[in-house]
Nanobody, 112 residues
Framework: QVQLVESGGGLVQPGASLRLSCAASGRTFSSATMGWFRQAPGKEREFVAAISWSGGSTDYADSVKGRCTISRDNAKNTVYLQMTNLKLEDTAVYYC?????WGQGTQVTVSS
């Protein structure tokens, strides 16, 4: 059974940093693109970042470009999202996605 488990969310002040992790189990995803999405209250789920299987290609939403870095460790079947200079509008539940699989999400709240 495939499971994706996100962690690393929390309550932080504007300008702070967080590192989200998503650990996959049940199969190996070393050849798959991995991605992060987020959903704020009352809004549609939106793309945040993605990384190719080799890690050599990344893509970011304009809203997080320059503030977020996605990375992966294929040996650990884990994808990360380093977020810096967090803004109020980054508040959302963050989900990782690998092929058709989604994690349960981790809450990020940015509040002063």
């Amino acid at each position: 059974q495939v499971q994706l488990v996100e962690s690393g969310g929390g309550l932080v002040q504007p300008g702070a940093s967080l590192r989200l992790s998503c650990a996959a189990s049940g199969r190996t995803f070393s050849s798959a693109t991995m991605g992060w999405f987020r959903q704020a209250p009352g809004k549609e789920r939106e793309f945040v970042a993605a990384i190719s299987w080799s890690g050599g290609s990344t893509d970011y939403a304009d809203s997080v470009k320059g503030r977020c870095t996605i990375s992966r460790d294929n040996a650990k079947n884990t994808v990360y999202l380093q977020m810096t200079n967090l803004k109020l509008e980054d508040t959302a539940v963050y989900y990782c996605r690998i092929t058709a699989y989604w994690g349960q999400g981790t809450q990020v709240t940015v509040s002063s």
